[in-house]
């Protein structure tokens, strides 16, 4: 069965201090891995897709890197408006619907 | 377009009761998700249709859940008898159901309290 560990649980971090959140997977055979922000009550909001090892996305200030284990989400010079969670899915190759979540890292970013 | 639509927003039930949620997907997309989601937690699969048709149903999901997807449009999510466990937001998401995965647009949810 797919499974999707992100670490930290949470993740404190100044205005403008860089950092990495994780994301280890494993599934037979990776189809696509997805990076989404959620904020408090809202449904989660697609970032990125990333198909296979050695591929990277960026948008603004994140930039999303593929192994064949894990993903990282580097956020760069992050600012308060990037408090949220970051949530992290796998869709696996022989299901092409159903993706697996793991269970975020809430990022807070104070001022 | 104005994404993916979901009604109710809150719903507060006794426990025993019968639910139904509403989600109008984005039009183009022919795949469509239903997902449940804790505090705290990942959203957790409970099935998905690609056009009318369901095509995989969450072992974990009792038979008091069935949804439906008619004319491969809007799509409902019955609870029946429900549950204090079944207190949680109710997502619903779609897609374009393609060669290569694409990411889900998700709507605002449906929060639950079953009390």
């Known amino acids: 069965e797919d499974q999707v560990t992100q670490s930290p649980e949470a993740l404190r971090l100044q205005e403008g201090e860089s950092s990495s959140l994780n994301c280890s997977y494993t599934?037979?055979?990776?189809?696509?891995l997805f990076w989404y922000r959620q904020d408090p009550g809202k449904g989660p909001e697609f970032l990125f897709t990333l198909y296979s090892a050695g591929e990277e996305k960026e948008k603004e200030r994140l930039k999303a890197t593929l192994t064949k284990k894990e993903s990282f989400l580097h956020i760069t010079a992050p600012k308060p408006e990037d408090s949220a969670t970051y949530l992290c899915a796998v869709q696996e190759g022989t299901n092409a619907g159903k993706s697996t979540f793991g269970d975020g890292t809430t990022l807070t970013v104070k001022p | 377009d104005t994404g993916v639509s979901q009604d109710p927003r809150h719903k507060i039930t006794k426990r025993g009761q019968n639910v139904t949620f509403r989600c109008d997907p984005i039009?183009?997309?022919?795949?469509l998700y239903w997902y449940r989601q804790t505090l705290g937690q990942g959203p957790e699969f409970l099935t998905y249709?690609?056009?009318?048709?369901?095509?995989?149903k969450s072992r974990l999901l009792s038979d008091r859940f069935s949804a439906e997807r008619p004319k491969g449009s809007f799509s409902t999510l019955e609870i029946q008898r429900t549950e204090q466990g079944d207190s949680a937001m109710y997502l619903c998401?779609?897609?374009?159901?393609?060669?290569?995965?694409?990411?889900?647009?998700f709507g605002s949810g449906t929060r639950l309290t079953v009390v």
């Open positions: 599934v037979s055979g990776l189809r696509g």
């Open positions: 249709f690609q056009n009318e048709a369901q095509l995989e």
């Open positions: 998401a779609s897609s374009l159901g393609l060669d290569r995965p694409y990411g889900y647009t």
């Open positions: 039009s183009e997309h022919n795949r």
